[in-house]
């Protein structure tokens, strides 16, 4: 079966670190790869989605990047956070299929202080 | 820009009643809808699809129906139980493009 993992957890990071969160899918291949935000109040907002190796579109221009190095793994990263980026993230994977639903991991308390 | 809204921030409802949800989506017409579950600090669980030319889909308690007149999708949860107690996300799209999230519904059922 397929299980997606997401890391890690929680995190506290002062303004101006930078930052990583990995995100890695089992059990499928090609997946469809997404990350989101989610914001008390605001729902969930795609920052990044990716078909493929190497593919990434970006939703919102930000100070995020990501970057998809093998099939199943998708990373997403800031150079140097700002207050605005503490959220709550999750990564998603569905496989191509027309209407698949998503599947997300339990996502990454990030907290900039 | 294409939108779903959830226009109740939360619901509470009494332990074996029916709930209901409402998403509307504006600005696009959405191929298929689909109906997440979000536990408080966890990821949201995928529940149900519907797709524009069904009516109606269930699923055990579960019920949604898609009126593309009204342009909205109704969310039931027959004999509501304390466990049901969580917030629902509507989410829909056309195509291949990313899905669309309403900001979701926050249900309590009371016992």
């Known amino acids: 079966s397929q299980t997606i993992h997401q890391w890690p957890a929680t995190l506290v990071q002062p303004v101006g670190s930078p930052l990583s969160l990995e995100c890695t899918v089992e059990?499928?291949?090609?997946?469809?790869l997404y990350w989101y935000r989610q914001a008390a109040g605001r729902g969930l907002q795609l920052l990044f989605y990716?078909?493929?190796?190497?593919?990434i579109s970006s939703e919102v221009p930000q100070n995020l990047s990501a970057s998809r190095p093998q099939d199943r793994q998708f990373i997403l990263s800031s150079k140097k956070l700002l207050l605005s980026d503490s959220g709550f993230y999750l990564c998603?994977?569905?496989?191509?299929?027309?209407?698949?639903?998503?599947?997300f991991g339990n996502g990454t308390r990030l907290t900039v202080t | 820009s294409q939108k779903i809204e959830q226009n109740s921030e939360a619901l509470n409802i009494q332990e074996g009643k029916t709930a209901t949800l409402t998403c509307n989506y504006t600005?696009?017409?959405?191929?298929?809808l689909q109906w997440y579950r979000q536990d408080p600090g966890r990821g949201p669980v995928f529940l149900l699809l519907?797709?524009?030319?069904?009516k109606e889909k269930r699923k055990e308690r579960l019920k949604v129906t898609f009126d593309t007149t009204l342009k909205q999708s109704l969310f039931h949860i027959t004999a509501s139980q304390p466990a049901d107690s969580a917030t629902y996300l509507c989410?829909?799209?056309?195509?291949?493009?990313?899905?669309?999230f309403g900001k979701g519904t926050r249900l309590s059922v009371i016992a």
């Open positions: 600005n696009y017409s959405p191929a298929y």
């Open positions: 990716s078909v493929g190796i190497g593919q």
């Open positions: 989410a829909g799209n056309s195509g291949n493009t990313p899905l669309v």
């Open positions: 059990g499928t291949s090609n997946p469809n």
């Open positions: 519907i797709r524009e030319n069904e």
């Open positions: 998603a994977w569905r496989d191509g299929i027309y209407n698949s639903p998503l599947h």
